[in-house]
């Protein structure tokens, strides 16, 4: 009677091994990614309030905004003030490397709360991604000003 294990068995073993060491690394990943994703929606989703903020305080006379450069590669947004003669901008934030922001028609590129009602010009949906559709948030903008993030 032998002791031990034949090389069939260890093999048998190090591919059982292999296999589940290589899902765990996906799954990983997969959460890795989608925290990302979700830590990028909820800074969105406080930059818009505070702009709505702004605009319901009437902070500096002025209506307030948020500029989204999805143009260019840098994939930024930005605060700012939508005075009646020069935007001022006061916080601008970069997106993480491989993220992106898409806005819903009919908003281009700047989405102004109005004065006292904190109301968005237009409602709109904003999806930010990092490529991969099970992971992407949308943001929504109501005609009433509620924000939110699914």
Known sequence: MRRGFTLIELLIVIGISAVLLAVGVLSLNRLRSG??????????????????????GQDS????????????????????????????????????????????????????????????EASTTITISDGNPATAKSVIITAQGRISYE
């Not at 994703?37 to 702004?54: M, P, T």
């Not at 500029?67 to 901008?89: G, H, K, W």
């Open 61 to 120: 006379g002025s209506r307030w905004g948020v500029y989204f450069d999805i143009v260019s590669e840098r994939n930024f947004y930005s605060l700012y003030e939508a005075s009646t003669t020069i935007n001022i901008t006061v916080d601008t934030h970069t997106l993480k490397t491989g993220m992106l922001i898409t806005l819903a028609a009919p908003v281009t590129s700047t989405i102004i709360f109005d004065k006292v009602t904190g109301r968005p």
């Open 35 to 56: 925290n990302a994703v979700e830590i990028e929606a909820q800074q969105l989703v406080a930059v818009l309030r505070s702009a709505q903020e702004k605009a319901i």
